[in-house]
């Protein structure tokens, strides 16, 4: 068994919010500086830059992982984690059917830029990708469930978008097996609040939408890695994210 530090909440400059600089390359560049092993990419209702972010870990050694940050109808925002590349394109297909098509304005709220594996711009994204979709909470968890990923609510210990502050409860319905918190620090004042919480798996993320946002390691699992391959840790790591769903499903 060996250690993964890990940080599975980032956006790169393909989310509007996100500043320029946050390239695949140099978001890979300074995960590695910061010792991290697993890195995700999660932005805003999209996974159009995780290719060039999958490519850009190769570099690096780093284990990628596709993801997004899906907002819900509610305003509620889930991060959705996939094992493949092809997975994680079938699930933007299938959200960008429910997404409201507002017209980006750049000059208001920054470029939304689709790069390759060398940062080199090959696209535009067209309409605002932060707007809430038309999946309700519990349509949006079955349907990334259904294209094979791993879905639970971002950054629960934050008012903005953040479950608990929208629902005023940590849900048993659907029951989200693991929960993401922004600050590791408030884990047990949540669990003394909200007890579901002490059967739930809890994650971390930086929500990183600067390259100084992507955290000195901090938070990691433990996977038996052997033989070694980036695959095959990927694949673990899946394994425990999967394990902590199902056993919520079994508590509920």
Not at 41 to 68: Q, R, S, V, W, Y
Not at 231 to 244: G, T
Request: charged share 25%; aromatic share 8%.
């Amino acid at each position: 068994m060996n250690r993964y530090y890990y940080d599975l909440h980032m956006h790169s400059c393909l989310s509007p919010c996100a500043d320029d600089d946050m390239t695949p390359n140099n978001m890979i560049g300074m995960g590695t500086l910061c010792g991290l092993q697993i890195m995700a990419l999660t932005d805003h209702n999209t996974t159009k830059n995780c290719p060039a972010f999958f490519e850009a870990a190769a570099k690096h050694g780093i284990i990628p992982i596709a993801g997004m940050e899906l907002t819900t109808a509610e305003d509620i925002h889930l991060c959705c984690l996939f094992e493949t590349l092809e997975e994680a394109a079938a699930f933007d297909e299938a959200v960008a059917e429910k997404r409201m098509l507002v017209k980006n304005r750049p000059d208001i709220f920054g470029d939304q830029m689709i790069l390759n594996g060398e940062d080199d711009v090959i696209g535009v994204e067209e309409y605002f990708l932060p707007a809430a979709t038309m999946l309700s909470l519990e349509e949006a968890a079955a349907l990334c469930v259904e294209h094979g990923g791993v879905c639970y609510p971002a950054h629960i210990d934050r008012q903005a978008n953040g479950i608990v502050a929208m629902l005023g409860v940590f849900p048993d319905d659907p029951p989200f097996g693991i929960a993401e918190l922004n600050d590791p620090q408030k884990e047990e004042e949540l669990k003394a609040q909200f007890p579901i919480l002490n059967e739930t798996m809890i994650v971390s993320g930086s929500d990183a939408h600067y390259l100084w946002d992507i955290r000195e390691k901090c938070c990691y699992v433990e996977l038996d890695d052997e033989p070694y391959s980036r695959a095959l840790v990927r694949s673990r790591f899946f394994e425990k994210l999967r394990a902590a769903a199902r056993a919520m499903e079994g508590y509920r």
